[in-house]
Antibody, heavy 123, light 109 residues
Framework: EVQLVESGGGLVQPGGSLRLSCAAS????????MNWVRQAPGKGLEWVSY????????YYADSVKGRFTISRDNGKNALYLQMNSLRAEDTAVYYC????????????????WGQGALVTVSS | EIVLTQSPGTLSLSPGERATLSCRAS???????LAWYQQKPGQAPRLLIY???SRATGIPDRFSGSGSGTDFTLTITRLEPEDFAVYYC??????????FGQGTRLEIK
């Protein structure tokens, strides 16, 4: 059974930093690209960042570029999101998301989602 | 960037009725790379449809997707009480890797 478990969320002041982790199990993590997707309270889904299976390709949404860093450790089956210079508008539930099986290239649908980690940016 | 516009914003129907949800793209979605998700309060989204019309594993056949180019539709025949939720479309045929529509709320009438 595929499982994605996020951790590291919490309350942080504006300008602060936070690191999210996602522990993956139930599949060969090293062969799948991964994403972070967020959802502000009462709002829709917003893609945040993408990392290819070998970390060769990384993309960010314009809203987080230069402030967030995605990374992964295939030996630990773990995905990370380092978030710096946090703003109030970064307040959201952050989902770890695994691509589907039936697509090619970097673009794909999300077949599996974690339960989400809440990040609240407030003074 | 491809912008996805979902309509209606809210759809009020009764159990047993048929629901038709629309997703319109600002540009052609290549290869019908369009997915649909269902999200219930406090839960992560769940994949329903990918490739515009392929049902994900375990999804009941009352859910169906159709369309191509810029116009896509999610149809739910014979609504069940558990189908009332928010539905999102997503395109994956163009950069950035993922973009979502703003969602359609399906509520009980």
């Amino acid at each position: 059974e595929v499982q994605l478990v996020e951790s590291g969320g919490g309350l942080v002041q504006p300008g602060g930093s936070l690191r999210l982790s996602c522990a993956a199990s139930g599949f060969t993590f090293s062969t799948f690209s991964m994403n972070w997707v967020r959802q502000a309270p009462g709002k829709g889904l917003e893609w945040v960042s993408y990392i290819s299976s070998s970390s060769s390709f990384i993309y960010y949404a314009d809203s987080v570029k230069g402030r967030f860093t995605i990374s992964r450790d295939n030996g630990k089956n773990a995905l990370y999101l380092q978030m710096n210079s946090l703003r109030a508008e970064d307040t959201a539930v952050y989902y770890c998301a695994r691509r589907g099986m039936s697509c090619s290239g970097s673009n794909c649908y999300v077949e599996y989602w974690g339960q989400g980690a809440l990040v609240t940016v407030s003074s | 960037e491809i912008v996805l516009t979902q309509s209606p914003g809210t759809l009020s129907l009764s159990p047993g009725e048929r629901a038709t949800l629309s997703c319109r793209a600002s540009q052609t979605v290549s290869s019908s790379y369009l997915a649909w998700y269902q999200q219930k309060p406090g839960q992560a989204p769940r994949l329903l449809i990918y490739g515009a019309s392929s049902r994900a594993t375990g999804i009941p056949d009352r859910f169906s997707g159709s369309g191509s180019g810029t116009d896509f539709t999610l149809t739910i025949t014979r609504l069940e009480p558990e189908d009332f939720a928010v539905y999102y479309c997503q395109q994956y045929g163009s950069s950035p890797p993922i973009t979502f529509g703003q969602g359609t709320r399906l509520e009980i009438k």
